[in-house]
């Protein structure tokens, strides 16, 4: 699926001269580059032969192979997140990575618009709650929701919002539902994940001395709550009046910035937004979230 969409937004980026596409499934990769004006290549070597850049839109277990591959041949690539199945996986292909070669990590949700916006705001949070959840898909089954879903949040809130010092942590669930309990200092972050939902949840909030945040990713929408100005008992009802407004947020689509990004990174030669380096403490983090399952509830 993703892969599908890396595609279909390289055919649409104006840096972007030609396309080429490498899949196992020959007829799927056929059909692919026939929709998107793409060449599909023979093998992995013709791909890499004749490209500038590489997207790695592989199940995660393969991140670790294909990535090195690309790393022998030395082309700057873009590997969709988590940079691979375990922290320790990650930490070799890290150590291989040649000086100065682009490698970036495809955590999308850095890309959504609201976030540098909520960013600017962010002073003191005194509490950060953010979830994250999903009706039932049969599109991953190689990894648990923590992998999955959760990672996306563990990325704002360990690289964006609160970047330094150490944490403290609990949680409980399982292979499809998690809930995460955070301490930053003082500031406790609850992250919750599922892919059993009956309903799509993107949501963020912050709650600060004088203000609360609300941001939903998938709208793409922030909203200021200031602090009631006024108290009053009108005819036994307690009344308050509440100040909420609504920040201006340039809507674009992550992906597209994403990879726009990427593309830029590699003209530059500087580094992506999104190290390796970022990518393996997301893993650690999420495998220390996994370490709090109980045994018998890790598998189901």
């Known amino acids: ?137 049969a599109r991953v089954n190689s990894s648990s929701v923590v992998e999955d879903l959760m990672i996306h949040d563990v990325d704002i809130v360990r690289n964006v919002l609160l970047p330094t010092g150490d944490y403290r942590l609990t949680g409980s669930g399982n292979e499809d539902v998690c809930s995460a309990l955070f301490s930053f200092g003082e500031t406790p972050v609850y992250l919750s994940a599922s892919r059993k939902s009956s309903k799509k949840i993107r949501m963020i909030y912050i709650e600060e001395e004088e203000f609360t945040i609300e941001g939903d990713f998938m709208a793409q929408e922030i909203y200021i709550h200031r602090k009631p100005g006024q108290y009053a008992a009108d005819d036994e009802r307690y009344v308050q009046e509440n100040i909420i407004e609504k920040v201006l947020v340039n809507k674009q689509e992550p992906l597209k910035l994403e990879l726009s990004t990427f593309l830029d990174c590699v003209a530059r030669k500087r580094a992506f937004p999104v190290t390796p380096e970022q990518a393996l403490l997301n893993m650690e983090i999420c495998e220390n979230i996994a370490r709090c399952f109980s045994p018998k509830m890790v598998r189901v």
């Open 1 to 137: 699926m993703m892969g599908r969409n890396h595609a279909r937004v390289y055919s649409e980026l104006k840096a972007v001269d030609s396309l080429y596409l490498y899949d196992l499934n020959r007829e799927a990769a056929r059909d692919l580059a026939e929709a998107f004006g793409a060449t599909v290549s023979s093998s992995i070597e013709d791909l890499l032969g004749g490209v500038d850049a590489v997207s790695v839109c592989v199940p995660t277990s393969y991140h670790f192979e294909i990535a090195e591959q690309v790393l022998d041949a030395g082309v700057p690539l873009l590997i969709e997140k988590p940079i691979c199945a375990t922290a320790d996986e990650s930490r070799r292909l890290i150590q291989m990575i040649p000086d100065g070669l682009v490698t970036g990590i495809g955590h999308i949700e850095r890309f959504n618009p609201i976030l540098p916006e909520i960013k600017k705001i962010v002073r003191n949070p005194l509490y950060i709650e953010i979830k994250r959840h999903n009706p039932a898909s």
